[in-house]
């Protein structure tokens, strides 16, 4: 019950947070009456189908992640899976934060004309988020132990937790550069690209990589899946990061 209005408790200050902005502080957004607009509504949807691929692909990611790891290591591995999970958990929601943070930047840069905005606040929160993957790197990677005893004193369950965290923790400076520029292509309306980065490590190459991995190296394996998985996945990132810096210069030499 506490946890549940705590959800709700967190949302509604958002709200009103925001609305009160929206309504006395801002200069350039207010709001206002709208037409409705089938076209307007289907852009949007399409615009933000990688968000809704993320969030539908999460469920059945995790009970692949859960079938094998109890097929491999038991209910003990369910609970180190369980605590390795937080740490993610934390970092996706701060690199959610800088996403959110910029994508009205960049929209407004971008619709403006500005590309050389656009990619100056991009490579800017870029050094940020990977900044902050490092520092959680580290900080995880050295307290690994005691991070285990905030949750458990069962030994397996914490020889899992230490092992699983020091592995899994490879995957944030990869998942940082993907979730970013995930928010970046939504925020200048190349719904594709987001799409395709979104659906490449929230469903497709994940769910090979928990399929095939622990076959070989176990629960290793298992531990692994999320930094193979962003790890490939930010190469097809970075193949539409070039993509699009290569059309922006040949466009600048086309302006008169």
């Known amino acids: 019950q506490g946890a549940a209005m705590a959800s709700g408790i967190s949302i509604i200050v958002g709200f009103l947070s925001m609305h009160g902005y929206l309504q006395f502080k801002a200069t350039i957004f207010h709001l206002s009456r709208f037409v409705f607009s089938i076209k307007d509504c289907w852009d949007m949807l399409y615009n933000g189908s990688s968000e809704f691929i993320g969030q539908l692909s999460m469920s059945f990611t995790n009970f692949l992640f859960n079938a094998v790891i109890l097929k491999v290591a038991g209910i003990n591995g369910i609970a180190a899976l369980t605590l390795v999970g937080y740490s993610g958990y934390l970092f996706d929601m701060i690199t959610t934060g800088f996403g959110q943070g910029i994508s009205p930047l960049i929209s407004y840069s971008f619709g403006a004309g500005d590309k050389s ?56 400076s990869f998942m940082g550069y993907n979730m970013l520029h995930s928010f970046f292509f939504t925020a200048i309306g190349n719904a594709k690209a987001s799409a395709i980065i979104s659906a490449a490590r929230g469903l497709v190459i994940v769910s090979l990589a928990v399929l095939i991995l622990p076959l070989f190296l176990g629960l290793t394996g298992i531990w692994l899946v999320a930094p193979v998985t962003e790890a490939i996945t930010t190469c097809i990132a970075w193949y539409f990061v070039r993509q699009m810096l290569q059309l922006d210069m040949r466009n600048a030499f086309l302006v008169p």
């Open 117 to 172: 905005l656009c990619h100056i606040i991009r490579k800017q929160t870029l050094k940020m988020v990977l900044t902050v993957a490092l520092i959680f790197y580290a900080v995880l990677t050295l307290t690994a132990p005691a991070y285990s005893r905030l949750f458990t004193s069962d030994p397996m369950v914490g020889h899992y937790t230490i092992t699983g965290l020091r592995l899994f923790t490879l995957s944030f």
